[in-house]
């Protein structure tokens, strides 16, 4: 009989990684939705920073970026992905990895739609990752795409999603004298979830 029950009881690790979400949102600060998003350069040198989780679906998480940017070149270059989400209010942390795949149809114009108008004229203006003169180049490049597309810039063609169908992932919360828990789901590819338990 599996112990995977109370916070880690679930039939797929998307419906745990919602709910753990959920309570997040009740108690972090800000930005529950971070991750520390990892990914490796042309010489396999690992790069992370953060970036925000936008839509956990039924067997993918999904993110948002520049397509120009560090992360993106990296991404295309070797289509896979780790994260790890850490909420010190909860002391939990979820560690993803998996494969990464273009998410830039509908669904991506409609959460670039869903955006502040200032953030999605930002997108517009940003070279990200890109070496910048200064903050006032920056800001001429917002002006500049503001007279362009007013209050209705569509989607940059180089801004968009990634989204990553995870073969692994784990749920780890703390316990009293560093006596974890840990649970590592892996996807069989045939579709099937195997769980087992891990030592602290
Ligand atoms: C809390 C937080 C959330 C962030 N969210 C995003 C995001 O959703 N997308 C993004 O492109 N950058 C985001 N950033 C900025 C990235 O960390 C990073 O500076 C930028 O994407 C450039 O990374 P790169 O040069 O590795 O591509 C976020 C930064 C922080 C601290």
């Known amino acids: 009989m599996s112990d995977r029950t109370g916070i880690f009881a679930g039939d797929t690790p998307f419906e745990i990684a919602r ?26 040198l690992p790069n992370v920073r953060m970036v925000l ?11 948002y970026t520049n397509y120009g940017s560090a992360k993106a070149a990296e991404l295309e270059l070797n289509a896979q992905a780790a994260f790890v989400m850490h909420w010190k209010s909860l002391r939990r942390q979820i560690r993803v990895r998996g494969r990464i795949e273009r998410e830039d149809g509908p669904q991506a114009d409609e959460y670039f739609a869903s955006r502040s108008l200032k953030s999605r004229l930002g997108a517009w203006a940003s070279h990200q990752s890109q070496p910048l003169a200064s903050r006032k180049t920056l800001m001429a490049e917002v002006a500049k795409v503001t007279a362009k597309y007013g209050t209705t810039p569509p989607r ?5 999603g990634y989204r990553l169908r995870p073969v692994e992932v784990e ?27 891990l030592s602290p």
Request: net charge negative.
């Open 53 to 63: 989780l936008k839509e956990i679906e039924d067997d993918a998480f999904v993110f």
């Open 156 to 160: 940059p063609p180089f801004w968009g």
């Open 171 to 197: 749920f780890w919360a703390d316990g009293a004298f560093r006596l974890h828990d840990r649970f590592q789901w892996r996807n069989d590819m045939g579709g099937n979830w195997q769980t087992v338990r």
């Open 19 to 44: 709910r753990w979400l959920a309570e997040a949102e009740a108690s972090e600060p800000n930005d529950p939705n971070a991750i520390a998003l990892a990914t490796s350069d042309a010489d396999g």
